[in-house]
């Protein structure tokens, strides 16, 4: 080979190497071109291969060659793979995670593996979210429970800051107390019109609250003014709350009216203290033999605190008979009598089967009976303050020290007011020990004999009230004149009445005996009468 | 006289039960010897451009009948694209990949590579899966409903590793 030819060879070598090599192309290639055609040629192939490839690795996917042929077609091969992951990533992205890639070594599995996580990582998430959902369901559904609950209940319900500030409180407070949440909510619980709170959250409570390890509730009692000035009783059922990481964050609470079973309690509990005082009293004056120490004793032992001396009452009404509602009512009126004198200082009361016994502190001392007397107007003006239409007697006692004769004085007080109406039937209040002659009489007038005697000397003039009243008059001791102006008779109509009374009883008025027996006759009629 | 080809899926018969031992595969050289015979005698008979209509025609009409009795029935595309991916893989035609697919213009372009009618093939300076047209232009209708218009753009034939076709809506 001549050596100039051997030069050109080696040039157009290097010049078609340059095109491989440096991205400037050389001057003399476009020389060499127009001198040799199929160089000219390969020249163009490679500079479109160049082009090509720049474009793949630029990541132009979009270019064609025109080439065909080994080379040509591998790249094309890369440009088809290249834009069918294009096409795959982009069905990924729109949420297809089946796509996979086969036939592509490494890159397949990484792809693959990609596109599962994904599947998976979607999955989880959108399990996720579902879960969120389902919470965030449950709670707004919890929560609307909750405020149903809270929003129609009558009891109040409400929540306390660590700081016993009021966070909530449950509408319902406006018809327990009158106060809106409005009001109270977000302050202090001392500077709330509701006063309550701070009996709720005494030291004490707040302490057993606190206190480790205790998770009971705290009850706590007590009155509260409603805003219309109306005093209530109410119970709050206090519990320490406590955050889900067990801090405590405050105080919940539950408070609601309770005044109509305070008044219940209250109802129930005088009741039971009256019927322990009736039994009480009831079965001393069923007893002949009371020793003082034995009922002192019994008293402390049932709660009853009686004095060993002291004035004894018995007070009886003029009521109704009736049906059982009256019965009931007279019932209901005489435990709220009994109440009221039980209230009353110094004084213990009870109901016996026919009026209500009354006992209170004495001495023997010389003005005792006119301190009895007054002790029993002031019982009257008290009871006809509380029962203005009710007609009522008060009969007092004859005074013993002790209790030994307390059946006795019972049964005393009560004929102070039989003979009382009967003798001074003007007065409500009397004293056995005015009763004289009839304290005797009253015990004999209880039996057949004095039936018998009274019948015996006076029987005849039953059929004659108006001889009846001449001979009362007549044994007192008064003229025919005095006898005849207070009776609006002539004298001589008196004398006439006498001869009659003793024509009918078949006696003389003259003697002595035979007044004293019609006098004692008449004192037992009255009596008995008033049994 | 009536027909006698008129084609049937149930004519590729029974094959379990024809070939117990010698089972469904048979050898690509086997399949491209027919084929290549069939286009010679085509071709000498009635030119190459008839020659390769009957081919196209013929893929058509297999991609109508591929499309019935052996592809999932889907909705949408993609999952169209998946099953017919499956599909090929499956039965050992090839590797279906879609490189563009304009929805609105009904445009896509595809690949298949180690394609049964050409993978291998000595270079031959011309595209040569005219069959391969058809067959996806018969599927393509099948689902989209829309006639299709197939063009191999580059072939194993033509130096290529792949080929590549492009797939438009015939809206004449
Ligand atoms: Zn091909």
Known sequence: MKPEIANEIDEIIQQINSVLQSKALPAKLAEYSDQYPEMAKLVERLLALREFTFALSEG???????????????????????????????????????????????????????????????????????????????????????????????????????????????????????????????????????????????????????????????????????????????????????????????????????????????????????????????????????????????????????????????????????DEDSMYRKQQMMDALVDQLNRKERTNAWETARGVGIITPALADAARKQKELAAAADYMKYISMYLPDTPVYIGTANYSDGWANFANRLKNAATAIRIGRQVWPHQRIYHYEDCGIYQVLAPFAATDEAAAYITQRIGPLMAHPDLLETLEKLLSGLSFKEIGAQMYLHHKTIQLRKQRIEQLLNVSLDSYEVRMALSSALQLMKIVKAN | MGRKYEFNWSLLGDISEGRPNMGPMVRTEIYRLMQFCFRDVLEQNYGTETADKMFYEAGLLAGKQFYRNAMQKTVDFNAFIQSLQSALAAKGIGILRIETADYEQGKYVMSLSEDLDCSGLPDLDYEICVYDEGFFAGILESFTGEKFKVKEVDCWCTGDRTCRFVAEVSRE
């Not at chain 1, 309770?258 to 079965?283: C, G, H, M, V, W």
């Open chain 1, 60 to 322: 132009d996917l979009s270019q064609t060659m025109n080439l065909r042929g080994y080379w040509p077609g591998a790249l094309k091969a890369l440009q088809a793979n290249l834009r069918h992951l294009t096409w795959q990533t982009s069905m990924v992205a729109a949420g297809d995670y089946s796509q996979r890639v086969d036939f592509m070594g490494d890159f397949s599995h990484a792809f693959n593996t990609m596109t599962i996580r994904l599947k998976a990582a979607t999955e989880n998430e959108q399990k996720y979210i579902a879960e969120l959902e389902r919470q965030q369901a449950a709670t707004r559904e919890s929560e609307r429970k909750y405020r149903l609950i809270a929003e129609n209940t009558d009891d109040v319900i409400w929540l306390l800051d660590h700081e016993m500030v009021i966070r909530y409180i449950s509408p319902s407070i406006e018809r327990l107390l009158g106060f809106t949440p409005g009001e109270v909510e977000g302050k202090p619980i001392s500077q709330t019109p509701l006063p309550f709170f701070q009996v709720v959250f005494q030291s004490s409570t707040i302490e057993l609250l606190t206190a480790a390890g205790t998770r009971r509730p705290v009850i706590v009692e007590c009155e509260q003014r409603c805003k219309d000035r109306k005093m209530i009783w109410l119970e709050s059922t206090v519990n320490a709350a406590q955050n889900s990481s067990g801090e405590m964050i405050g105080f919940t609470g539950v408070t609601r009216n309770i005044t109509k079973r305070k008044k219940a309690e209250s109802l129930l509990y005088q009741a039971y203290e009256r019927t322990k005082k009736r039994d009480f009293f009831n079965q001393l004056a069923a007893r002949n033999d009371c020793n003082d120490t034995e009922v002192l004793e019994w008293g402390w032992r049932d709660k009853i605190y009686v004095p060993k001396d002291f004035s004894l009452f018995f007070l009886s009404m003029d009521t109704l008979p009736g």
